[in-house]
């Protein structure tokens, strides 16, 4: 049987270890966990990491570098989870990196501030802000594969949830029933590709199409 990489020194005492200038503790924690690493970058760009090889490969660099950096900058505060830790790190990196990729006209969506948060800054617990990065990137996803003019009613939305209708429908020169008939639809498509994404049920869908009335 494999042995268990888990095994042996805690990752309390590796941490300690590699922030007192013992580079085989970092090396052991990579041994541990960079399987995990390369996952959940994996996870998150199957598509580019299967176009380039090479860009799972510097992504997981720039983890581990961003991981020894960030304890390095706050040795006295420590994650709770070195797995999860590394796995947020992981995924906000291959997230901006991601978006780095994209061409510079690329639809820009009222979303992608909170896909591009930075994980790093904070030492909490980070399943929870993963488990909302993840679902907010697959929501740019679905946004993206919109047609163009669902996505500019998308752009809309400000005004549309605080139901000023008459405003953005006056902003896309369209009439209110054609956006609330446009808003019924984007809501649907939406909902389904998210669903059929994450496995997750959204808001039912109403009778007249959207649950903000």
């Given amino acids: 049987m494999p042995s268990d990489p888990t095994a042996g020194p805690s990752d309390d005492f590796l941490v300690a270890g590699m922030l007192g200038g ?25 598509h580019q990491c299967a176009h380039d090889p090479q860009w799972l490969e510097s992504v997981a660099s720039a983890t581990w570098a961003g991981f020894v950096q960030s304890l390095q900058r706050h040795p006295d505060q420590r994650p709770k989870s070195v797995r999860a830790y590394l796995a947020a790190i992981a995924r906000n990196h291959a997230v901006s990196a991601l978006r780095a990729s994209q061409p510079p006209d690329a639809v820009h969506l009222p979303f992608d501030s909170g896909v591009g948060m930075l ?95």
Avoid: H
Avoid at 151 to 175: F, H, K, P, Y
């Fill in 22 to 46: 013992d580079w085989a503790a970092l090396n052991k924690l990579i041994d541990r966990y960079d399987r995990l690493v390369r996952f959940t970058v994996l996870r998150a760009a199957r």
């Fill in 119 to 213: 994980i790093t800054a904070t030492l909490e617990e980070p399943i929870d802000t993963l488990s909302r990065i993840e679902l907010l990137e697959t929501l740019q996803f679905c946004l993206l594969e919109l047609e163009e003019d669902d996505r500019t009613l998308v752009c809309q939305l400000t005004a549309i949830t605080e139901r000023r209708w008459q405003d953005a429908a006056n902003a896309m020169g369209i009439s209110e029933s054609t956006l609330r008939s446009r808003w019924k639809r984007t809501l649907d498509r939406l909902r389904d590709c998210l669903q059929a994404k994450t496995g997750i049920s959204f808001a039912p869908k109403t009778r007249n199409g959207d649950s903000l009335d």
